[in-house]
């Protein structure tokens, strides 16, 4: 599904298929993600949204087949950088409804997945060290304060 216009219909119906593992394995996207990454920062708080999609990430890979393991799968450095990105991206905007920091957000230059490369070497990023825990980027800090990794 290509996002364009967000509706709050739409959102929900992406939140209620991601986490209820129904969603097409096609459908999660990119973008999809991001929407949950912003969804989940403005529900729970950065810690708590992070802990929701090491938690929901993990389980619809499994039901759709993807198996989570030292290539494949859930990566942590990759899903605490995108909430912490959605996170930075919220504190700098002015109060607007969930749907707007969604569209606004995936029409932004995250949209871009290779951004991350931005702060890590495609070697690192890649590593299985990173899949499994959360590293440091090794080619531009993260300009976001705060910042703390949990396990």
Request: aromatic content about 16%; proline content about 2%; overall charge negative.
């Given at each position: 599904m290509t996002y364009v216009s967000l509706t709050a219909a739409e959102i929900?119906?992406?939140?209620?298929?991601?986490?209820?593992?129904?969603?097409?394995?096609?459908?999660?996207?990119?973008?999809?993600?991001l929407i949950v990454a912003v969804v989940y920062?403005?529900?729970?708080?950065?810690?708590?949204?992070?802990?929701?999609?090491r938690l929901c990430i993990t389980r619809y890979n499994e039901a759709v087949g993807t198996p989570n393991t030292d290539e494949s799968g859930y990566h942590e450095t990759i899903t605490c950088?995108?909430?912490?990105?959605?996170?930075?991206?919220?504190?700098?905007?002015?109060?607007?409804?969930?749907?707007?920091?969604?569209?606004?957000?995936?029409?932004?230059r995250y949209t871009n997945k290779n951004f991350p490369l931005q702060f890590y070497s495609h070697a690192l990023l890649f590593s299985v060290a990173a899949r499994k825990r959360f590293v440091a980027p090794d080619l531009a800090p993260l300009s976001m304060t705060d910042i703390t990794t949990t396990t």
């Open positions: 929900s119906g992406l939140l209620y298929q991601f986490e209820s593992c129904t969603l097409p394995k096609a459908a999660w996207t990119h973008e999809a993600h920062n403005l529900r729970y708080g950065k810690a708590m949204a992070l802990e929701m999609a950088f995108w909430i912490w990105m959605a996170d930075a991206f919220l504190q700098a905007q002015e109060s607007t409804s969930m749907e707007k920091y969604c569209s606004t957000f995936i029409r932004s």
